[in-house]
């Protein structure tokens, strides 16, 4: 009697494969994962530091006061350190620029242009009330001295 080498091993009958290993198996990273979550997270804190900046903006044409150019402000710089802290790889990633930061230095400059720009603004706008004040603080000291 013959026997032949045709038949199939019983593990494959089974429908095991022999070679399966645990490692074999496609997961993604818990790095990716981290990210991934890290990214969502700052996504939200960006948007929320986005709509306080945009609320401050509109504060700020109503009231164009030193005290609102400064609460704009931090509220910029918070943003703007939000996303280097976040390490905004994904703005590289999107293609931005081939060697991806510069990009990202130029947008900032911009932004820190702007903001001086707006301060000069601010500051021309509120002369005239500076000069006011100023008058009324010198005939406040003049009433002073009289009186003492």
Known sequence: MKIGNNQR???????????????????PAFQDIFQQANAKLTRAELDKLMRQIDSLGNF???NMTWKALQDYK???????EQ??????????????????????????????????ELAEQVVAD??????LLAKIGDIRGL??????
């Open 74 to 80: 931090e509220q910029v710089r918070r943003f703007l």
């Open 60 to 62: 700020l044409a109503r």
């Open 83 to 116: 996303v280097v802290k976040g390490g905004f790889g994904a703005k590289e990633k999107q293609g931005f620029d081939r060697r991806g930061r510069m990009r990202l230095y130029k947008i900032v400059s911009q932004i820190d242009d702007l903001m001086a």
């Open 9 to 27: 091993p019983f593990v494959e009958t089974l429908g095991l494969r022999e070679d399966t290993r645990a490692g074999d198996v496609k997961s």
């Open 126 to 131: 509120e002369k005239e009330h500076l000069d």
């Open 143 to 148: 009433l002073l001295n009289l009186y003492f």
